[in-house]
Nanobody, 123 residues
Framework: QVQLVESGGGLVQAGGSLRLSCAASGRTFSNYAMGWFRQAPGKEREFVATISWSDGSTSYADSVKGRFTISRDNAKNTVHLQMNSLKPEDTAVYYC????????????????WGQGTQVTVSS
């Protein structure tokens, strides 16, 4: 089992920045690919970013590319999502997820999920 706890969400004006963190506990964190997903009211959960467990390769949704950066610290069992130039359409609950498989944008390939943290971007 892996437990994931997100933090760092909040209210920010458009153009601002937030840094989300996800603390992992349980099994060996470094064996998991990690991802961030988000879900806005009335919409399906969508992929934001992912990072591999092996070489730190990353992948981003087109909507956040160039604005968001995912990183991980295996020594501290944490993964971060730095979000810059935030837009009102980034408003959602952001979820951290862990996968025993290769890093992926497919939410169904993730085995563990956190409870989520709310990000609200005002215009």
């Amino acid at each position: 089992q892996v437990q994931l706890v997100e933090s760092g969400g909040g209210l920010v004006q458009a153009g601002g920045s937030l840094r989300l963190s996800c603390a992992a506990s349980g099994r060996t964190f470094s064996n998991y690919a990690m991802g961030w997903f988000r879900q806005a009211p009335g919409k399906e959960r969508e992929f934001v970013a992912t990072i591999s467990w092996s070489d730190g390769s990353t992948s981003y949704a087109d909507s956040v590319k160039g604005r968001f950066t995912i990183s991980r610290d295996n020594a501290k069992n944490t993964v971060h999502l730095q979000m810059n130039s935030l837009k009102p359409e980034d408003t959602a609950v952001y979820y951290c997820a862990a996968s025993l498989h290769h890093y992926s944008s497919n939410r169904y390939e993730y085995d563990y999920w956190g409870q989520g943290t709310q990000v609200t971007v005002s215009s």
